[in-house]
């Protein structure tokens, strides 16, 4: 496995990881933070926020998962004996 091609999984995995945390905040996060029935409270704005600094850790832990997983893969010199299946 290319240093690109470890870095490409880990991005893909690290942005559907970090989907699946903006997701939990927008199903969950209304429910603890009910919108106000006259204009945009705070508990709209926390939604919004949560949901980003979800995906951002997520994401982040997803990318450093997969990272790590991925690294006996990309020994240069011990990737012509090894396969993905090993």
Do not use: Q
């Not at 926390?46 to 690294?71: E, R």
Request: glycine share 12%; with cysteine.
């Amino acid at each position: 496995m290319t240093h690109r091609a470890r870095v490409g999984l880990s991005c893909i995995v690290a942005f559907s990881l970090g989907s699946v945390g903006g997701f939990i905040v927008a199903v969950f996060g209304p429910l603890l933070f009910p919108a106000s029935i006259t204009g945009s409270g705070p508990g709209e704005n926390i939604v919004v926020f949560s949901m980003f600094a979800f995906f951002l850790a997520f994401g982040a832990a997803g990318f450093v998962i997969c990272w790590k997983s991925t690294k006996r893969f990309a020994d240069k010199e011990k990737w012509t004996s090894r396969t993905l299946t090993d």
